[in-house]
């Protein structure tokens, strides 16, 4: 575990979860990143040129607004390849698509599928409720009389976002970034990107989704209204639900807290270990919670398919069997943090018995029956540090950082939500390597 | 082409114009003739269609045809008027709009030209480019065009009023009105040439540039 504990990065990140600011769509970085940044020793760093670098790459990028900002974010995601101060300027970068007044939103709209919104709505709300990834989101009520949500991209972005990287590329800012920063990292972040504002792919990401989680009863996923969406345009039903900070305004009971608590646990460990995928935008705006336990999920723009050693190797992380077993921690070691990691490095070792130290206070493996506390501050702060250390050892594989960004985000909204929930006795219910196999279902 | 006519009426819609019996069927002709001939554009394409085909489309001789429209030059110039009387007709019917800030009330004006000449890129793509030389009845110093020009001008020139009485904008008189003039020639040339799915390059790069010179302006023309 690190010496000097800094909390004050961590709870500010926490502060920024609960307003949901700046963390519109699925800018993830923006979110996850700052709690892994240890502030105390960024500031030590501060008279560095790689820090110099670091402000005038960010500096940069503002200046360019618009979609680059997302190249930015992408680029903070690479954490095996950047360094830490990079990501820590990168991540403070915040996208905003502008906003588009009801005249463009027609236009935009009628240019994806040739009609406009009143034409093939029986109603439609000009002003948007909600901010999406590089758009905005309407509500409306088909022509069936159902109520819906719709998407709409602003104009081009694909075509802003190419020539973003044209002259990200041109611009020699990838040299710049690292030093050492791949061209293949970067057509990488292009891909990803493009793929994120695909409504189509989103479009199928939802339906298999909905399949996916159908066991699960207590969850809802949108049903896509093929007709009335494109790549551009993403029409969904409408689920029904509170945002975390609304919710909490109802007061609920602690009870409701908890089962509410359960349900998303169990819905996190289903997916990592039933469905091998992970809705992992976990911005609190995308958990619609309900007074019945039942809980809305939207928003299915990030969304991360895992190979299936990373829950495999997950499992193995909560199974504490590595401690024993020479040959299975260094396939942890392997899969978890890289091939470029020694199992023997002593900083490698430190690590991993923070993380064993970590698990057995939190997820104790002998008491499965006991709630976690997810409103004890302790907890949280462990859980910043340890992916402090993570992070700025740049130990975790793009696919654990996405993991593990999710699973944080999970923490922060359960810990907001001040529930107490048996996350050892729900793990393991899918976890394969806890060894003990149930059948999905009931709430 | 009546002249003397159409310029005692100022902007009022030209449908409502009609003289007497005799007028009023001249009109409905030669409306008859553009929406055939138009079709046949879309179709054949500008240079493919033949005045016997317009004639038989309209079902008129071809004789007749000359008495309405001496040249295709003629049916695009007649296209353009029916095309501003619509934009104005149409805005004076948008209630939100009148409210709406000056940048989204002239994107949704460019909007709806663009919309009113999208079914016949082809003929207009071809037109415009005629219409840049000095010699042509298009061309923006002919005799001809002045009068559908002047009155988009005028209704441009009131809406940039309307946003400088609101304190939206500087005055900037009737060089305003040039100026949205000339930035919609440009708009319709990156159209013809935008091949992006839907011509959404487009409508960026409307939206972009109209909040941009908007925003120049509220700072107070060029000195920001």
């Known amino acids: ?443 | 082409m009546k002249k003397s006519h159409r310029g005692r009426n100022k902007s009022a819609g030209r449908t409502k114009r009609s003289g007497g019996k005799r007028e009023l069927n001249k009109e409905r002709t030669k409306e008859r003739i553009l929406e055939g001939a138009l079709q046949l554009f879309r179709e054949k394409g500008l240079e493919h269609t033949t005045t016997k085909e317009i004639s038989k489309k309209a079902g008129i001789a071809e004789g007749t045809l000359f008495n309405y429209f001496k040249t295709k030059e003629d049916l695009a110039l007649y296209f353009f008027q029916k095309e501003t009387d619509d934009l104005i007709q149409w805005f004076r019917g948008e209630a939100r709009l009148q409210k709406a800030p000056l940048a989204e009330k002239l994107f949704a004006i460019i909007h709806r030209q663009l919309e009113y000449i999208e079914p016949y890129e082809d003929f207009i793509g071809a037109v415009f480019y005629r219409s840049l030389q000095p010699s042509s009845m298009l061309s923006p110093l002919s005799f001809e065009s002045q009068e559908f020009r002047l009155r988009y001008l005028r209704f441009i020139r009131e809406i940039l009023a309307d946003a400088e009485k609101k304190g939206e904008i500087p005055p900037v008189g009737a060089l305003g009105a040039y100026a949205v003039g000339l930035f919609y020639m440009g708009i319709v040339t990156h159209w013809l040439h935008d091949t992006s799915r839907g011509k959404q390059k487009t409508l960026a790069l409307l939206d972009r540039a109209l909040s941009l010179g908007t925003n120049v302006l509220k700072k107070g023309g060029w000195e920001w």
Request: aromatic share 10%; net charge positive.
């Open chain 1, 1 to 443: 575990m690190v010496k000097d504990p800094t909390r004050s990065s961590f709870r500010r990140a926490a502060r920024l979860a609960q307003l949901g600011a700046g963390l519109a769509g699925s800018y993830l970085a923006h979110q996850l990143q700052r709690p892994f940044i240890d502030e105390a020793r960024a500031k030590d760093r501060r008279q560095t040129l790689h820090l110099k670098n670091a402000k005038r790459v960010r500096r940069e990028l503002q200046e360019l607004r618009g979609p680059i900002m997302k190249v930015g974010q992408a680029l903070s995601m690479q954490t095996h390849f950047l360094a830490p101060e990079m990501i820590e300027e990168l991540s403070a970068l915040q996208m905003h698509a502008p906003a588009m007044h009801p005249s463009l939103m027609r236009a935009q709209f009628k240019s994806a599928l040739g009609k406009y919104p009143e034409e093939v709505f029986r109603s439609f709300e000009p002003e948007p409720f909600a901010a999406a990834s590089l758009g905005q989101v309407h509500w409306a009520v088909t022509k069936g009389g159902e109520s819906v949500a719709v998407k709409i991209q602003y104009p081009a972005m694909r075509e802003a976002i190419e020539s973003d990287f044209r002259a990200l590329r041109a611009a020699g800012f990838v040299a710049l970034l690292s030093g050492h920063l791949r061209q293949s990292v970067v057509n990488e972040a292009e891909r990803g990107i493009l793929e994120e504002i695909d409504y189509l792919r989103e479009a199928k990401n939802i339906e298999f989704f909905g399949k996916a989680l159908a066991p699960l009863k207590f969850v809802r996923v949108p049903k896509v209204y093929p007709e009335l969406s494109s790549d551009r345009v993403l029409t969904m039903s409408r689920v029904r639900g509170s945002r975390l900070l609304d919710f909490l305004k109802t007061d609920p009971s602690q009870e409701l807290r908890d089962k509410l608590g359960t349900a998303l646990t169990r819905l996190f460990f289903y997916q990592l270990f039933c469905v091998q995928a992970l809705h992992s935008d976990p911005h609190p705006g995308n958990y619609l919670l309900n007074a019945d336990g039942t809980i809305g999920l939207v928003d299915f723009g990030c969304v991360k398919y895992l190979k299936p050693e990373v829950p495999r190797c997950y499992a193995q992380f909560w199974s504490r069997e590595w401690a024993h077993d020479p040959k299975l921690y260094a396939e942890i070691i392997r899969v978890v943090f890289g091939p470029r990691v020694s199992p023997q490095e002593p900083r490698v070792r430190r690590c991993m018995n923070g993380i064993r130290q970590f698990y057995d206070e939190f997820h104790p493996l002998d008491r499965t029956s006991e709630a976690l506390e997810l409103a004890d501050s302790r907890f949280m702060d462990e859980l910043a540090k340890l992916a402090s250390i993570l992070v700025k050892n740049k130990f975790l594989s793009p696919e654990f950082l996405f993991l593990s960004r999710t699973e944080s985000g999970m923490c922060n909204l359960l810990h907001t939500l001040k529930a107490r929930v048996r996350t050892t006795q729900i793990a393991r219910e899918w976890m394969p390597a806890l060894r003990r196999p149930k059948t999905p279902g009931h709430s």
